[in-house]
């Protein structure tokens, strides 16, 4: 397969994503011709170092058709002297029958845009996420005759529909997920073979281990409080509602206060939430955060809690990378039996695990973990372990640069 590889990615570059630029960094490092096509352009304040690093030129699609006319309207006319536009205009009119939405309009046009517009030498087409993303490929792969494969995670996974996930993996050329809840669940969906299952993994030359002990806290220091940490976007099924929630029915006594890094829509909600619940004095927002920033509050906190749930809609998280980032800097974790969070924390050896939703019991648990300083420590040093042996980026990458016809 060697040649260029156009990656098909929601948004780029994002903060919450570095999985993908992790990803992408590596390839090009194994010699991997890549070409970033992005169907949003990026909205963070910042950007990660590892951003810096790739070198793929990066084209951005109209957004929306209507702001960019002329670029959809030239890419429409070269496809209609293709024979191929018969074809890819049925399956996109088929699939608008069963979701008719302005999304299923927009995703046909970038794809009208992108065959025309492909960079040359581009012989493969990789879809970074299920839904909106492999859309846009597989219509393009329709116009274009070019092979195209994905790289599937969560949301996309458990809120796409059945119909969908069937004629994606059908026509795709191999897919990848990174859990086994994910290849589980889609290899029920494709042909014999199609799905395999290759996790991120963390760099560690991204999150080197820093040689600091932590102070032994145990909430019973008003000036010198546990810190509890979390990363993550606040959506619903992060959970952050219910870890509030927890976090009020603490004893009063106890001496902890909370940070939380991300950005999302129900921040507001959040903040109001623990201001009614009089957490005010003990929660810190700091909003999304570069690499370098994230990196220390790991290592300067005590305890990270993450309590993913499944959200109304069926979303929920695959392998939060956020936990395999707060193990490598041997920082004990406390998360929810969800998904494939199991496959990377054992419960009780390499982190504590409580059952999604169960307030009662998350509080317990923090309040468990508040006063046991050594509980954390132990448990820090097995997850640190368990990321570095198990959970390394190089595996991941290996698996994928075969797939891209790369030697390992």
Same mark, same amino acid.
């Given at each position: 397969m060697l040649g260029?590889?156009?990656?098909?990615?929601?948004?780029?570059?994002?903060?919450?994503?570095?999985?993908?630029?992790q990803e992408i960094l590596a390839l090009e490092e194994r010699g991997l011709d890549i070409a970033i096509v992005s169907l949003r352009h990026p909205t963070d304040p910042h950007v990660h170092p590892i951003h810096a690093r790739i070198k793929a030129p990066v084209t951005y699609l109209p957004e929306y058709l209507w702001r960019e006319p002329l670029r959809v309207w030239r890419g429409w006319r070269a496809a209609r002297r293709n024979p191929r536009y018969r074809a890819a205009r049925w399956a996109w009119l088929r699939d608008l029958a069963r979701d008719l939405s302005p999304n299923r309009v927009r995703?046909?046009?970038?794809?009208?845009?992108?065959?025309?517009?492909?960079?040359?030498?581009?012989?493969?087409?990789?879809a970074h996420f299920l839904h909106t993303p492999a859309s846009v490929a597989r219509y393009t792969s329709l116009l274009t005759g070019l092979p195209w494969s994905c790289s599937a995670h969560a949301k996309d996974i458990w809120t796409s529909p059945t119909w969908e996930k069937a004629e994606k993996l059908a026509e795709c050329r191999w897919l990848v997920t990174c859990t086994a809840a994910g290849r589980d669940h889609l290899a029920q969906l494709a042909p014999p073979g199609r799905?395999?299952?290759?996790?991120?993994? =963390?760099?560690? &030359? %991204?999150?080197? #281990?820093?040689?600091?002990?932590?102070p032994p806290r145990d909430g019973a220091a008003a000036d010198?409080?546990?810190?509890? =940490?979390?990363? &993550? %976007?606040?959506? #619903?099924?992060?959970?952050?509602d219910d870890l509030l929630a927890a976090l009020a029915t603490l004893p009063r006594e106890v001496n902890w206060r909370f940070v939380h890094i991300g950005d999302g829509p129900l921040l507001a909600a959040l903040r109001r939430q623990a201001r009614?619940?009089?957490?005010?004095?003990?929660?810190?927002?700091?909003r999304a955060q570069p690499e370098d920033v994230v990196l220390e509050h790991y290592r300067a906190s005590d305890l990270f809690v993450l309590a993913s749930r499944v959200a109304n809609d069926g979303?929920?998280?695959?392998?939060?990378?956020?936990?395999?980032?707060?193990?490598?800097?041997g920082l004990a974790v406390l998360a929810t039996r969800l998904s494939a969070i199991p496959e990377l924390i054992d419960d009780g050896v390499t982190g504590c695990l409580v059952a999604p939703r169960d307030r009662a019991a998350l509080s317990a648990a923090l309040a468990a973990l508040i006063a046991d300083p050594a509980l954390r420590a132990r448990l820090g040093?097995?997850?640190?372990?368990?990321?570095?042996?198990?959970?390394?980026?190089s595996r991941g990458s290996s698996q994928l640069a075969a797939k891209f016809g790369l030697a390992r």
């Open positions: 260029t590889v156009a990656f098909i990615l929601k948004g780029y570059p994002r903060l919450s994503e570095t999985f993908i630029a995703r046909f046009g970038q794809a009208l845009v992108l065959a025309r517009e492909l960079p040359p030498g581009v012989n493969h087409l990789h799905v395999e299952l290759a996790y991120h993994g =963390l760099d560690p &030359g %991204r999150f080197p #281990a820093a040689e600091r002990v932590r010198d409080p546990v810190t509890i =940490l979390s990363v &993550g %976007r606040a959506v #619903a099924k992060k959970g952050y009614a619940a009089g957490l005010d004095g003990r929660v810190q927002w700091l979303d929920r998280d695959g392998l939060p990378n956020v936990l395999m980032e707060a193990q490598s800097q040093r097995a997850g640190q372990e368990r990321v570095r042996e198990s959970f390394s980026m």
